[in-house]
T-cell receptor, first 114, second 111 residues
Framework: DGGITQSPKYLFRKEGQNVTLSCEQN?????MYWYRQDPGQGLRLIYY???????QKGDIAEGYSVSREKKESFPLTVTSAQKNPTAFYLC?????????????FGPGTRLTVL | KQEVTQIPAALSVPEGENLVLNCSFT??????LQWFRQDPGKGLTSLLL?????REQTSGRLNASLDKSSGRSTLYIAASQPGDSATYLC??????????FGTGTRLQVTL
């Protein structure tokens, strides 16, 4: 079964802690993306990567970090510098070659700060 | 900077009714426009993708249109069913395949 997996489904963080959200895809997609979703605000882009060992900041990168050591994996770390991290986090991927560049999404991770 | 707006924010219709969801975008220099469905607490499911050179795409009871010159897209759902109840999001694709999302239309189809 090809697809995008995110873990954990639910994550609780104490103030001052760093946490890492996992995103794995077996679609052989080149590009991967992290979005944050808040009620009434739609999805906002945090970071994206089009190739291994390279990534770019999105619109709201402050307080987040990523790595892309493998094509299949794009973990997101929410650092203590992120002031309001409680949100629903979505990972996506897409193939770069060809005309159709449809993005596919994982099931999401809901992060709550206690 | 691209801005995407969806109207209405919420919609309730009786089963069997045909309906139209609207999406507008400010920058017409897009590669494509994508429509997604999101169920509560879940990820996004891609419904239709319209390339910038196309006018419409159809999948089953769904039909999406694109008018780049006016910055508008519509999603038409025929013969709505209770299972269609969800939030529908549109997203415009710009450079580096970055998507700009609208805030969504929450649809409820009643029996």
């Amino acid at each position: 079964d090809g697809g995008i997996t995110q873990s954990p489904k639910y994550l609780f963080r104490k103030e001052g802690q760093n946490v890492t959200l996992s995103c794995e895809q077996n679609l052989n997609h080149d590009a991967m993306y992290w979005y944050r979703q808040d009620p009434g605000q739609g999805l906002r882009l945090i970071y994206y990567s089009q190739i291994v060992n390279d990534f770019q900041k999105g619109d709201i990168a402050e307080g987040y970090s990523v790595s892309r050591e493998k094509k299949e994996s794009f973990p997101l770390t929410v650092t203590s510098a992120q002031k309001n991290p409680t949100a629903f986090y979505l990972c996506a991927s897409r193939r770069l070659a060809g005309d159709v560049n449809e993005q596919f999404f994982g099931p999401g991770t809901r992060l709550t700060v206690l | 900077k691209q801005e995407v707006t969806q109207i209405p924010a919420a919609l309730s219709v009786p089963e069997g009714e045909n309906l139209v969801l609207n999406c507008s975008f400010t920058d017409s220099a897009i590669y494509n426009l994508q429509w997604f469905r999101q169920d509560p607490g879940k990820g996004l499911t891609s419904l239709l993708l319209i390339q910038s050179s196309q006018r419409e795409q159809t999948s089953g009871r769904l039909n999406a249109s694109l008018d780049k010159s006016s910055g508008r897209s519509t999603l038409y759902i025929a013969a709505s069913q209770p299972g269609d109840s969800a939030t529908y999001l549109c997203a415009a694709t710009g450079t580096a395949s970055k998507l700009t999302f609208g805030t969504g239309t929450r649809l409820q189809v009643t029996l």
